[in-house]
C-alpha cells in the first residue's frame, strides 16, 4: 500500500516568506510526528497529533512554527518568517495507534532551503 | 533534559568484519526502537525492544536491550555493502509522546 508522502519534495524560500509543508499519513493512522533533521543529527522531534488534536507540541522550537490536523488525516507544517536556521529536512511520520511503543513509519521528508 | 547517546559517530570497516554501536540514555525506558537511514533516504523501523535484558535477531543484526533498560546496541555480523547508512536509536520521553533519537552511528563498509 501507499506509504506516508510529503510534499514538496525540496522548497528553497527567502529569509522572511512563509512556508507551508504537507503530510499525508497511512491510510487509518491516528497518530502523526513531524521532526526535522539537520545534516549528521537524528530527527528532532517537534509536535505529535492524536487525531485532529496536538497531544504534544512541546518540541516547536518558537511560535512561528506551527501544524494543523483539521480532518485527522493530512497534516501541514506552518512556518512564519523563515529564517536561515530553519533549513533542515522535515520530516513526517505515522503510527497506527501512536503513543509508546509504535513503529513510526517515515515519510521522504521536505528539504527546506532558506536563503 | 532527558537524552539519549550513540557512540560511535562514525565506523568504518571492511566488508564482512562485525559492527556495534551502542545506546545509552540519560533515563530508564519503557522501550527502545532502532532505525536505518539510508544515504539520502528517510529512517526506516528495524525493531522495537520493551523487555528488561531481551535479545532479538534479525538475520545478521543482533539487538540487545539492557537489564537497567538505559542501554541498548545493535550488532552485525558480517557486514556487507547493503548494511551503508546511519544506524539510530530512540525511546521515548517520559510521560509524553516525545520520541527522542539519538545521533547515529553512520557505517561505511569497503568492499
Known amino acids: 500500500g501507499a506509504g506516508v508522502s510529503q510534499t514538496p519534495s525540496n522548497k528553497v524560500t527567502e529569509k522572511g516568506k512563509y512556508v507551508e509543508l504537507r503530510c499525508d499519513p497511512i491510510s487509518g493512522h491516528t497518530a502523526l510526528y513531524w521532526y526535522r533533521q539537520s545534516l549528521g543529527q537524528g530527527p528532532e522531534f517537534l509536535i505529535y497529533f492524536q487525531g485532529t488534536g496536538a497531544a504534544d507540541d512541546s518540541g516547536l522550537p518558537n511560535d512561528r512554527f506551527f501544524a494543523v490536523r483539521p480532518e485527522g488525516s493530512v497534516s501541514t507544517l506552518k512556518i512564519q518568517r523563515t529564517e536561515r536556521g530553519d533549513s533542515a529536512v522535515y520530516l513526517c511520520?505515522?503510527?497506527?495507534?501512536?503513543?509508546?511503543?509504535?513503529?513510526?513509519?517515515f515519510g521522504p521528508g521536505t528539504r527546506l532551503t532558506v536563503l | 533534559g532527558q537524552q539519549v547517546m550513540q557512540i560511535p559517530q562514525y565506523q568504518h570497516v571492511q566488508e564482512g568484519e562485525d559492527f556495534t554501536t551502542y545506546c545509552n540514555s540519560s533515563t530508564t525506558l519503557s522501550n527502545i526502537q532502532w532505525y536505518k537511514q539510508r544515504p539520502g533516504g528517510h529512517p526506516v523501523f528495524l525493531i522495537q525492544l520493551v523487555k528488561s535484558g531481551e535479545v532479538k535477531k534479525q538475520k545478521r543484526l543482533t539487538f540487545q536491550f539492557g537489564e537497567a533498560k538505559k542501554n541498548s546496541s545493535l550488532h552485525i555480523t558480517a557486514t556487507q555493502t547493503t548494511d551503508v547508512g546511519t544506524y539510530f536509536c530512540a525511546g521515548p520521553r517520559t510521560g509524553g509522546f516525545k520520541t527522542i533519537f539519538g545521533a547515529g552511528t553512520r557505517l561505511f563498509v569497503k568492499a
Open positions: 511520520a505515522s503510527s497506527p495507534m501512536g503513543g509508546p511503543p509504535d513503529t513510526q513509519y
